[in-house]
C-alpha cells in the first residue's frame, strides 16, 4: 500500500528537562529527531514523511530540511536512492497542543494516494528498523491497525488517592492488581489502513477535555470504534526517551550494540 509515515515531534519535552522541545535535544551528536527521521526513512516504506514539530519553531524546520537533503544525497545509514526510485516527500506540519491533535494536524497534510499510515513518537529514536517492518507486515496482511508490543517486567497495581484519615500514611491506596502476563507495554511506529485511522480522529473530537487527555496513543481511539488492533514484537531499543535516564540509555545504545 502507499504508506505515509507521520512523526510527531511536537512535544515540549518538559520531563527531559532541557529546556527545549525533546526533538531538540542532543544524541549521539545529532538530534532526536534527525535519529527518528533516519531510522523512519532506514526502513524504507514510506512513500511520505509527515513531520508535526512546534509551531514556528525554526530550528526543528531547519532539522527536516536537512533530513530531505540527506534523502536526495545519502548519509550515513541513508543509502543514497537507487536511479529512478523517487526518495520520500517530506512534510513539514505544524503540531496541536496534545498528540492527537499533532496527529491530525499531520493526516491533513499526507498525499491524496495513502493507503496506510504509520503514527510514530520522535521521543522513539532508535526505533529498529525491524519494528517498521513487523507493523506494515501486519498491515499488509489485511489489519487494520496494528501496534508494536513488549512484555512488561514490573507488576501493575490501580491507585487511588488516599482520601480522609489514611492521607496522613501515604498519598496512594492500592485498588486492584492487573494480571502480569495480559500486559503489554505499547510503543509506536502505529499502522493503521488511513480510512480507519481517519474515522478514529474524527470520533475523538467528539470526546469532552477530560476524555481526550487521557488519549496516549491512536490505537486507543480505533479501539473506541471496536475495530480489532493487532500486536506485534517491539523491541526494548524503542524506548520513548522521556527522562534523563531514558537519554543516557539512548546514548549508551548508539555506542554499544547499534553504534
Ligand atoms: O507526551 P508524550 O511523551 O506522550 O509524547 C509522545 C510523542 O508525541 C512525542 O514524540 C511528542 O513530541 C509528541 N507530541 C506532539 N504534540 C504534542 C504532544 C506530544 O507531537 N502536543
Avoid: W
Wanted: glycine share 10%; net charge negative; hydrophobic share 50%.
Amino acid at each position: 500500500p502507499v504508506t505515509a509515515v507521520i512523526v510527531v515531534a511536537a512535544g515540549s519535552g518538559q520531563r527531559l528537562g532541557y529546556g527545549m522541545p525533546k526533538a531538540k535535544v542532543p544524541l549521539g551528536g545529532d538530534s532526536i529527531l534527525t535519529h527518528a527521521l533516519r531510522g523512519v526513512a532506514a526502513a524504507g516504506l514510506a512513500q511520505q514523511i509527515c513531520v508535526a514539530i512546534p509551531p514556528g519553531d525554526a530550528d526543528l524546520r531547519a532539522l527536516c530540511q536537512a533530513f530531505e537533503q540527506e534523502l536526495t544525497a545519502g548519509h550515513g545509514r541513508l543509502p543514497a536512492p537507487a536511479d529512478g526510485v523517487q526518495p520520500p516527500v517530506v512534510t513539514i506540519v505544524d503540531g496541536g497542543a496534545s498528540r492527537a491533535a499533532s496527529v491530525r494536524a499531520a493526516l491533513a497534510a499526507l498525499l491524496p494516494a495513502t493507503e496506510a499510515v504509520l503514527v510514530h513518537d520522535a521521543a522513539r529514536a532508535l526505533t529498529p528498523e525491524a519494528v517498521f517492518h513487523r507493523v506494515s507486515h501486519a498491515l499488509a496482511a489485511g489489519a487494520l491497525a496494528v501496534i508494536p508490543v513488549i512484555p512488561v517486567v514490573d507488576t501493575v497495581k490501580t491507585v487511588e488517592p488516599t482520601t480522609g484519615d489514611g492521607a496522613a500514611i501515604a498519598p496512594e491506596l492500592v485498588t486492584g492488581t492487573a494480571a502480569r502476563e495480559t500486559l503489554r507495554a505499547v510503543q509506536t511506529p502505529q499502522g493503521f489502513e488511513l480510512a480507519t485511522l481517519l474515522r478514529a480522529h474524527e470520533a475523538a473530537e467528539g470526546l469532552d477535555a477530560g476524555q481526550a487527555a487521557g488519549v496516549t496513543d491512536d490505537a486507543m481511539l480505533v479501539e473506541l470504534l471496536g475495530v480489532p488492533v493487532h500486536a506485534v514484537r517491539g523491541a526494548s531499543q524503542s524506548l520513548k526517551i522521556t527522562t534523563p535516564l531514558d537519554l543516557i540509555i539512548a546514548e549508551g545504545l548508539l555506542e554499544g550494540p547499534l553504534g
